[in-house]
């Protein structure tokens, strides 16, 4: 079962836009943690915000997690071309394993 | 590279067939995941190894998904008598160990069956 769930499902925009995807979740969490995935390619780890921040950076990202709606959001700033791909949300609770949403598709288009 | 690798990239297997799934996680990493991807949806997890010991295997499927890591390194995801809805792309993830909490994912086995 998925727990996250990103909206929107896809999203079009011009290169140098800002893109603003949205991730709710279910139960309480311990962290939560955004990967991107290219076509064809495994998961690579964008950042993780735990439960007791609110705001990350890193680069061109920017997280945000509010508990008590039990949802975060992903900003891309003055996007690229090459930040063509899926975006997954995933939370961690206790020992539990990670649970990805059913991701954002983001096209950027140059 | 010093990444996670997977093989094969792309399996195609008749119904029926038993097939094999290897992972070579990055040296050193304690912890090792299985996912499986269906077209579409996010990655929902399998199993995971903390060296050799399975200590979690509630994301199995059913009794034909068997996985293994012997000596704590290389690990194979075993699917007996493949089904259609067995199709997806199979994910390996690794991470140092338990007190990290970023895992490192292969490339995926993309598994067809016909």
């Known amino acids: 079962s998925q727990q996250g769930e990103e909206d929107p499902q896809a999203l079009s925009i011009q290169e140098g836009e800002n893109a603003t995807m949205n991730c709710s979740y279910k139960?309480?969490?311990?962290?939560l943690q955004w990967y991107r995935q290219n076509s064809g390619r495994g998961l690579v780890h964008l950042i993780l915000?735990?439960?007791?921040?609110r705001e990350k950076h890193s680069g061109r990202l920017r997280v945000t997690l509010d508990t008590s709606k039990k949802s975060s959001s992903l900003l891309i700033t003055a996007s690229r071309a090459a930040d063509t791909a899926s975006y997954f949300c995933a939370t961690h609770s206790g020992n539990t394993p990670l649970v990805f949403g059913k991701g954002t598709r983001l096209s950027v288009i140059a | 590279g010093a990444g996670v690798s997977q093989s094969p990239r792309y399996k195609v297997a008749k119904r029926g067939q038993d097939v094999a799934l290897r992972c070579d996680p990055i040296?050193?990493?304690?912890?090792l995941f299985w996912y499986q991807q269906a077209l579409g949806q996010g990655p929902e997890f399998l199993t995971y190894f903390q060296n050799e010991a399975q200590l979690d295997k509630s994301g199995l499927p059913s009794d034909r998904f068997f996985a293994e890591r012997p000596e704590g390194s290389v690990s194979t995801l075993k699917i007996q008598r493949t089904q259609q809805e067995d199709s997806a792309v199979y994910l390996c993830?690794?991470?140092?160990?338990?007190?990290?909490?970023?895992?490192?994912f292969g490339p995926g086995t993309r598994l067809l069956v016909l």
């Open positions: 139960t309480s969490i311990n962290n």
């Open positions: 993830a690794s991470r140092m160990d338990s007190t990290k909490e970023t895992q490192y």
């Open positions: 040296s050193g990493h304690v912890s």
């Open positions: 915000i735990r439960s007791n921040e």
